[in-house]
C-alpha cells in the first residue's frame, strides 16, 4: 500500500498525529481518547478511506504496543 505525499502537504500530515493525540488526550469524556483522537486524525489530514484506515491502524498499533509494555513490566516485576 503506497501514498503520495506531497511536500506542501507533508508538514500538516507530520502535525496530524500530535494534534490529534493531545485532542484525545484533552477529551475527558472519552476515556483513553476512543474516536476522539481517530475523530481529529481524521479531519486533519482531509477526510477519506486512506485517512480512516491509518487512523484505526495507528489506534491498533498503538494499543498493542501498551499491552505488550504492561506484559514486559509484570514478567519484569515478578521476575525481580
Known amino acids: 500500500l503506497a501514498y503520495a ?20 488526550y484533552a ?9 476522539v483522537r ?4 481524521v479531519w486533519l489530514c482531509g477526510g477519506g478511506a486512506v485517512a480512516l484506515a491509518v487512523s484505526l491502524l495507528q489506534r491498533v498499533v498503538l494499543t498493542l504496543l501498551e499491552l ?3 506484559a514486559l513490566s509484570l514478567w519484569s516485576w515478578r521476575h525481580d
Do not use: I, N
Open 5 to 24: 505525499v506531497g511536500s506542501s502537504q507533508f508538514g500538516l500530515y507530520f502535525a496530524a498525529f500530535p494534534l490529534a493525540y493531545l485532542a484525545g
Open 27 to 35: 477529551a475527558l469524556f472519552a476515556p483513553g481518547g476512543w474516536g
Open 38 to 41: 481517530e475523530g481529529a486524525l
Open 68 to 70: 505488550v509494555l504492561f
